[in-house]
């Protein structure tokens, strides 16, 4: 039996005699807050105006000056292409599926960035979607600052819980470009359920339905005696208020007659959506204005363009109950977390599908900083922890490339982490003896259709015939949702691994040179093994030559001989040096010289074939 | 401290068996994750957080496994010496196979649409009753000591859970993300 031992908590990590400034950062897609402990209450902080959000909108000014929030957003008309609106949608994603999607129509991009890291370009230059956030966390760090008039130590900063492991990873790198050390990334529904959780004592099955501006989060958690338990977690990273916005906005467009709407109109248009749709939250009829023209929108008629959007997020409930394995029945409350859902239709599906009014005591927009200020007291020691503990999931799937482009799931979705997996890997070629793990995230069961999370092979696999080698894959998911991958062959102990997450121990810059130094490392094996493979092309050409010179010396002219002599003096000094390309080119110039030899050689060897044959059929005629 | 135990049973205070008090798995993991979950130890050193990590992912396991009851029955086997990932033909009643080929044949032939819903959830529910018969008989036969009868009831189990996964597969179709 083995035994390990550890020490008993409630000691030194949550006895302190000084307190440390913790906040929570709601990093949201139209909106941030940050919240900290005043008076022993944790509560949002507003600016100097009064305003506890702040738009989560950056103005890159032609004058340098950077401007966060209102400010910002009150430039988009003006200066479309320098206003960085609704940035998190953009976090860890690629060039395509930035411009694909159309929200991002109004932005030129950097052309000198990699399309897997796309930059905006703005007057201050190129600005990539976590430097951007980062600055949306400055703004939020000095208002803490102003307001408390101490520097945040640490901060935890909420992600939807279907943010992938790229958009995480961005979340984390934007907090140290920001200079904000991260105690931990916390799970927006989780938040919330904390922030209701401590007010209520509520026991029971929860369900947190969190529809911001960009993003969609539905999550089922268990609270007993503290312990929240995250069940099951779902939704779409791609969903939100702004999506109704664009709704309002298409129609106003057709309303107008216009096929499309210029981008320079699209902010402005945008806002006329937002405003329309908030006013239907209170009204039954809203109004737009348009090129002189007044348009009126009714309730009914917004619910019937949104039809689509709302089903959407009633079969993400659906799914998560599924994979807890519950009903509605089992639920005994609900929460709706997000400014989106203050849309009376978003209300009324919720109520009507849950068969109960759901809760919305605390401020929609609020409750998730709160939450994660609590949490932010309790990991920096602030609060005793005696039993309050967050269990939560790994919200998608993780798993591996294997043949045929399949993905093999090592860490299923909604499993509880922290977590540990292995599973068994083989060559599929005799004598392999390196092999490339490609990691990727995702439901699907096709490569391409995941996202791809890491590359990095193991070398120094013994040969052997195919399927005998045995390759252990180790996925590590720490509490933060941070993926490392381990990969070890069992025979010889060879050992490779890559920290797709940047974590404990280790920090982003680290990460960063790891993850860099694998790929030039692939880069130059690659460059290795064309440099060996030219060079084995070139001696066995060499090696038939001086084999076919020797038999059959008397089928070659003078000159011919010395050209070929000379072709193979300049291949070996080729092959001396390290350029495969030189390698080939002067393996070509060998052959190119020997090819009538050659093909002499060639009419000799099957004249030869013939004659046997010839002979072969004479004397089975005789038979 | 905490002591990893022979088996998950005893690591949560629970007796070996396939029927299991939920509840009590359920307090137990909770009490011992309170003790030895990484945020325990936030201000802690990196040895030390790693040890609760590895603890942590070690109780996570041990809960899943007990949790599901596919995964606790093959556990259980597993603790008798049977090794259920060899699966022979002989292990399997051709009436049980033939009885899934068809019902996935339905499940195919249902219409890629909503107005598959309905047929959707009675599958699963008509699934989801026979699990529950198989899992009564499943504990049954381990009680007895009859492992060969464990064994089959075990491959079913496997085939009505994989079943539902299935379902719910052809519901992802319907409504992809």
Same mark, same amino acid.
């Given at each position: 039996?083995?035994l390990?031992?550890?020490s008993?908590?409630?000691?030194?990590?949550?006895r302190?005699?000084?307190?440390k400034r913790?906040?929570g950062?709601?990093l949201g897609?139209?909106n941030?807050?940050?919240?900290?402990s005043?008076?022993g209450e944790v509560?949002?902080?507003?600016d100097?105006?009064?305003?506890?959000?702040?738009?989560?909108?950056v103005?890159?000014g032609v004058?340098g000056?950077?401007g966060?929030?209102?400010a910002a957003k009150?430039?988009a008309?003006?200066?479309p292409?320098n206003?960085?609106?609704?940035?998190?949608r953009a976090?860890?994603?690629g060039?395509?599926?930035?411009?694909?999607s159309?929200?991002?129509?109004q932005?030129r991009?950097?052309?000198?960035?990699?399309?897997h890291?796309?930059?905006?370009?703005?007057?201050?230059g190129?600005r990539?979607p976590?430097e951007?956030s980062?600055?949306i966390?400055?703004a939020?760090a000095r208002?803490a600052?102003?307001r408390?008039?101490?520097a945040?130590?640490g901060?935890?900063i909420?992600v939807p819980?279907?943010?992938?492991d790229?958009q995480?990873?961005?979340?984390?790198y934007a907090?140290?470009?920001?200079d904000?050390k991260?105690?931990r990334?916390?799970?927006?529904?989780?938040?919330?359920?904390?922030?209701?959780?401590l007010d209520?004592?509520?026991?029971?099955?929860?369900?947190v339905f969190?529809l911001?501006?960009?993003?969609?989060?539905?999550s089922?958690?268990?609270?007993?005696?503290?312990?929240?338990?995250?069940?099951?977690t779902?939704?779409d990273?791609?969903?939100g208020?702004?999506d109704?916005?664009?709704?309002?906005a298409?129609?106003?467009?057709?309303?107008?007659?216009?096929?499309e709407i210029a981008?320079?109109?699209?902010?402005t248009?945008l806002r006329?959506?937002n405003r329309?749709?908030?006013?239907?939250s209170?009204a039954?009829q809203?109004?737009?204005?348009?090129g002189g023209s007044r348009f009126?929108?009714?309730?009914?008629?917004f619910a019937?363009?949104?039809?689509?959007?709302?089903?959407r997020t009633?079969l993400a409930c659906r799914?998560?109950?599924?994979?807890?394995?519950?009903?509605t029945g089992?639920i005994?409350?609900v929460l709706l977390?997000?400014?989106?859902t203050?849309m009376?239709?978003?209300?009324?599906?919720?109520?009507e599908y849950?068969?109960?009014?759901?809760l919305?005591d605390?401020?929609?927009?609020?409750?998730?900083?709160?939450?994660?200020?609590i949490?932010?007291e309790v990991l920096?020691g602030n609060?005793p922890?005696?039993?309050?503990?967050l269990?939560?999931?790994?919200?998608l799937?993780l798993?591996i490339?294997t043949?045929?482009?399949?993905v093999?799931?090592?860490?299923?979705?909604?499993?509880a982490?922290p977590?540990?997996?292995s599973q068994?890997?083989t060559?599929?070629?005799?004598g392999?003896t390196?092999?490339?793990?490609?990691v990727v995230q995702?439901e699907?069961?096709l490569?391409?259709?995941c996202r791809s999370?890491?590359r990095?092979?193991?070398?120094?696999?013994?040969p052997m015939?195919?399927?005998?080698a045995?390759v252990k894959?180790?996925?590590?998911?720490?509490a933060?949702g941070l993926l490392?991958?381990?990969a070890?062959e069992?025979?010889?102990?060879?050992?490779a691994?890559v920290?797709?997450?940047?974590?404990f121990g280790l920090?982003?810059?680290?990460?960063?040179?790891m993850?860099?130094?694998?790929?030039?490392?692939?880069r130059?094996d690659?460059?290795?093994?064309?440099?060996r493979?030219?060079r084995?092309?070139?001696?066995r050409?060499?090696?038939?030559?001086?084999g076919?010179i020797?038999?059959?010396?008397?089928?070659?002219?003078?000159?011919?001989?010395?050209?070929i002599?000379r072709a193979m003096d300049?291949?070996?000094?080729?092959?001396?040096?390290?350029s495969?390309?030189?390698?080939?080119?002067?393996t070509?110039?060998?052959n190119?010289?020997s090819?009538d030899f050659?093909?002499?050689r060639?009419?000799?060897?099957?004249?030869?074939?013939?004659?046997?044959e010839?002979i072969?059929?004479?004397?089975?005629q005789?038979d | 401290m905490l002591?990893?135990?022979?088996n998950?049973?005893?690591?949560?205070?629970l007796?070996v068996?396939?029927?299991?008090? %939920?509840d009590? &798995?359920n =307090?137990?993991?909770?009490q #011992?994750q309170?003790?030895?979950?990484?945020?325990r130890? /936030?201000?802690a050193?990196d040895?030390?957080r790693?040890?609760?990590?590895?603890l942590s992912?070690?109780l996570?396991?041990?809960?899943?496994?007990l949790?599901?009851?596919?995964r606790?029955?093959?556990?259980?086997l597993r603790?008798?010496g049977?090794?259920?990932d060899?699966?022979?033909?002989s292990?399997?009643?051709?009436?049980l196979l033939?009885?899934?080929?068809?019902l996935?044949?339905? %499940?195919?032939e &249902?219409? =890629?649409d909503?107005s598959a #819903?309905?047929?959707?959830?009675?599958?699963?529910r008509? /699934?989801?009753?026979?699990l529950?018969?198989?899992?009564?008989?499943f504990a049954?036969?381990l009680?007895?000591?009859?492992?060969?009868?464990?064994?089959?009831?075990?491959h079913e189990?496997?085939?009505l859970t994989?079943?539902q996964?299935?379902?719910?597969?052809?519901?992802?179709?319907?409504?992809p993300?």
């Amino acid at each position: 039996m083995s035994l390990l031992q550890i020490s008993e908590p409630g000691g030194s990590p949550t006895r302190r005699t000084a307190r440390k400034r913790a906040a929570g950062i709601d990093l949201g897609t139209t909106n941030s807050l940050i919240a900290t402990s005043i008076g022993g209450e944790v509560r949002t902080l507003a600016d100097a105006g009064g305003a506890h959000l702040l738009p989560s909108v950056v103005h890159y000014g032609v004058d340098g000056v950077i401007g966060v929030g209102a400010a910002a957003k009150e430039q988009a008309a003006a200066d479309p292409a320098n206003v960085i609106a609704s940035v998190k949608r953009a976090l860890g994603k690629g060039f395509d599926e930035l411009t694909g999607s159309g929200d991002y129509r109004q932005y030129r991009f950097d052309p000198a960035r990699d399309t897997h890291a796309p930059a905006f370009l703005t007057a201050a230059g190129a600005r990539d979607p976590a430097e951007v956030s980062a600055d949306i966390l400055r703004a939020l760090a000095r208002r803490a600052e102003d307001r408390i008039g101490e520097a945040i130590e640490g901060a935890v900063i909420t992600v939807p819980a279907y943010f992938n492991d790229a958009q995480r990873q961005q979340t984390r790198y934007a907090a140290s470009l920001a200079d904000i050390k991260v105690l931990r990334l916390l799970n927006e529904p989780t938040a919330a359920a904390v922030a209701y959780g401590l007010d209520s004592k509520d026991h029971g099955n929860i369900i947190v339905f969190d529809l911001g501006g960009g993003t969609f989060d539905v999550s089922l958690l268990s609270l007993q005696k503290g312990v929240f338990e995250v069940l099951a977690t779902g939704g779409d990273t791609a969903l939100g208020g702004d999506d109704f916005d664009r709704l309002v906005a298409d129609w106003l467009a057709r309303q107008c007659g216009m096929e499309e709407i210029a981008p320079q109109d699209y902010p402005t248009m945008l806002r006329a959506a937002n405003r329309a749709r908030e006013t239907l939250s209170v009204a039954t009829q809203a109004e737009l204005i348009w090129g002189g023209s007044r348009f009126s929108l009714s309730a009914a008629e917004f619910a019937k363009l949104a039809a689509t959007l709302v089903r959407r997020t009633i079969l993400a409930c659906r799914r998560v109950l599924r994979d807890a394995g519950m009903e509605t029945g089992d639920i005994d409350n609900v929460l709706l977390v997000g400014g989106a859902t203050r849309m009376p239709l978003i209300r009324r599906a919720v109520a009507e599908y849950f068969g109960r009014n759901p809760l919305q005591d605390i401020d929609p927009d609020r409750v998730v900083a709160i939450g994660a200020g609590i949490q932010a007291e309790v990991l920096a020691g602030n609060q005793p922890a005696d039993d309050f503990l967050l269990l939560d999931v790994n919200p998608l799937s993780l798993g591996i490339e294997t043949m045929g482009e399949l993905v093999e799931k090592i860490i299923h979705r909604n499993t509880a982490i922290p977590v540990s997996k292995s599973q068994e890997f083989t060559t599929y070629k005799d004598g392999q003896t390196a092999m490339a793990l490609h990691v990727v995230q995702g439901e699907r069961e096709l490569v391409s259709e995941c996202r791809s999370l890491a590359r990095f092979s193991l070398q120094g696999i013994p040969p052997m015939v195919a399927g005998a080698a045995k390759v252990k894959v180790t996925f590590q998911v720490d509490a933060d949702g941070l993926l490392s991958v381990f990969a070890e062959e069992a025979s010889t102990g060879r050992k490779a691994e890559v920290l797709v997450k940047p974590s404990f121990g280790l920090d982003l810059d680290q990460v960063e040179k790891m993850l860099k130094e694998s790929h030039d490392h692939a880069r130059s094996d690659m460059a290795a093994r064309a440099l060996r493979e030219a060079r084995l092309e070139a001696t066995r050409l060499m090696d038939a030559i001086d084999g076919a010179i020797g038999e059959d010396a008397e089928l070659l002219e003078v000159d011919e001989h010395a050209a070929i002599d000379r072709a193979m003096d300049d291949l070996r000094k080729a092959m001396a040096g390290e350029s495969a390309a030189l390698i080939e080119e002067r393996t070509e110039q060998l052959n190119n010289v020997s090819k009538d030899f050659a093909a002499r050689r060639m009419n000799m060897t099957v004249g030869a074939a013939l004659r046997g044959e010839s002979i072969d059929a004479m004397e089975s005629q005789s038979d | 401290m905490l002591s990893i135990a022979d088996n998950y049973f005893s690591q949560f205070e629970l007796p070996v068996g396939y029927e299991i008090d %939920l509840d009590r &798995l359920n =307090r137990q993991f909770r009490q #011992l994750q309170v003790i030895v979950h990484p945020d325990r130890y /936030a201000a802690a050193g990196d040895e030390q957080r790693l040890r609760a990590i590895k603890l942590s992912s070690y109780l996570n396991e041990a809960y899943e496994t007990l949790k599901s009851p596919l995964r606790r029955a093959g556990y259980l086997l597993r603790l008798q010496g049977v090794d259920v990932d060899q699966v022979e033909q002989s292990d399997l009643d051709p009436e049980l196979l033939f009885e899934q080929m068809r019902l996935r044949e339905t %499940l195919a032939e &249902l219409p =890629r649409d909503e107005s598959a #819903l309905e047929q959707l959830d009675d599958l699963r529910r008509s /699934a989801g009753s026979r699990l529950a018969r198989r899992r009564e008989e499943f504990a049954g036969s381990l009680a007895l000591d009859n492992l060969e009868q464990a064994r089959k009831l075990f491959h079913e189990l496997q085939f009505l859970t994989k079943f539902q996964v299935e379902i719910a597969k052809v519901e992802d179709a319907i409504f992809p993300d």
